[in-house]
């Protein structure tokens, strides 16, 4: 009987045992369980704001470009705020200033050697380049009387100075009869007493150079399509203005090469530098 008493006493303390522990298990599912369910909430939360905004920002890319493509980039505060966020600059790309280039200057040769000896003989100063024309049939008619010298492509314009450029104006406005007096020279040492003035032809300024101009085309073997380079200076408050033929004027002589010179160790002719 004592051994029977035994085994029942073992067999009830193995089943409140095994109550014991199913009971903490089962609370243990009912914790993990609560705790999954707060997780999925969180995930729920999550997946439907991100569902949200990525309606919004749909809803704004079609409302401001309803007809962008798949490709086209997306203008939406929200996206923008996420470029941001992943540390893409919104900052415009510098560009470049254009840069200016200098328009090349007019051909021109170097002022010719008798022009300048004239100069010296008269004290003359300023010396400067007005025009390159090509002579034409109207300049060299007898009933024109006048050879015009287009504004356009001058290449001084301050061969006047002060005062004749106010006599070509009070002449211009008519509030005189002539306008400014000059001496016409070549290189024969010729001189012609000419006028120039303002003449507008068409809404385009020109300066004429009158009264005497037949003199110089009789006197002179011109033919229509010949250049002539005209140049100017002033002598003693007097304008002279200068005829040069294309063929007669010089150009700018070459660079000579540079003079051999003999070193002392080596004896051998080098390049100066």
Request: aromatic share 6%; charged share 35%; proline share 5%.
């Amino acid at each position: 009987m004592a051994r029977y008493d035994d085994q029942v006493q073992r067999e009830k303390r193995t089943i409140d045992i095994l109550c014991v522990a199913a009971a903490r298990y089962d609370e243990k599912d009912e914790t993990s369980g609560e705790v999954a369910t707060v997780e999925d909430k969180e995930k729920q939360r999550t997946r439907s704001s991100g569902s949200s905004k990525r309606q919004k920002i749909d809803e704004c890319d079609e409302s401001q470009n309803p007809n962008r493509d798949a490709s086209s980039p997306r203008l939406c505060p929200v996206e923008s705020k996420r470029r941001r966020h992943v540390g893409v600059s919104n900052k415009g790309v510098r560009r470049k200033k254009p840069v200016r280039r200098r328009r090349p200057g007019p051909e021109r040769g170097r002022t010719p050697e008798w022009l300048e000896n004239l100069m010296r003989e008269k004290n003359g100063k300023n010396v400067k380049l007005i025009k390159k024309r090509v002579l034409t049939k109207t300049d060299l008619t007898s009933s024109q009387t006048r050879l015009l010298i287009p504004w356009n492509g001058i290449s001084d314009m301050d061969f006047l100075n002060e005062g004749e450029l106010k006599i070509v104006d009070e002449h211009y406005n008519k509030l005189r009869d002539t306008g400014v007096d000059f001496t016409l020279v070549d290189s024969k040492g010729r001189e012609w007493d000419l006028n120039i003035r303002r003449w507008d032809m068409t809404k385009s300024p020109n300066y004429a150079l009158c009264t005497g101009w037949n003199k110089v085309v009789a006197n002179n073997e011109f033919v229509v399509d010949q250049t002539l380079w005209i140049w100017s200076f002033h002598s003693l408050d007097k304008l002279y203005i200068a005829f040069v033929p294309l063929d007669s004027a010089l150009a700018l002589p070459p660079v000579p090469d540079p003079a051999p010179v003999v070193t002392g160790d080596s004896g051998q002719n080098s390049s100066a530098m």
